[in-house]
């Protein structure tokens, strides 16, 4: 399963770390998902991954 959030898509990006020496390396930036479970309209429940920026986003509109 991709590192992906279901509903708005974010996924990891890629920067550098940059020392005080300015030296660059590479890193990856991954976004804070959260497994959070769902019910569907016919009764039954599944398990998707969310970005908790987008939970928060959820419950702010609801």
């Known amino acids: ?3 992906k959030c279901f509903l708005s898509g974010k ?3 890629v ?11 590479k890193k990856r930036l991954l976004p804070n998902l959260r497994r959070v ?4 309209e016919d009764g039954t429940s599944v398990r998707i991954k969310v970005a908790a ?3 928060r986003t959820m ?3 609801s």
């Open 1 to 3: 399963m991709s590192r």
């Open 59 to 61: 419950k702010k509109h």
């Open 15 to 25: 920067g550098n770390n940059v020392s005080h020496a300015n030296n660059k390396t």
């Open 37 to 40: 479970k769902i019910k569907l």
């Open 11 to 13: 996924g990891p990006m």
């Open 53 to 55: 920026s987008t939970l």
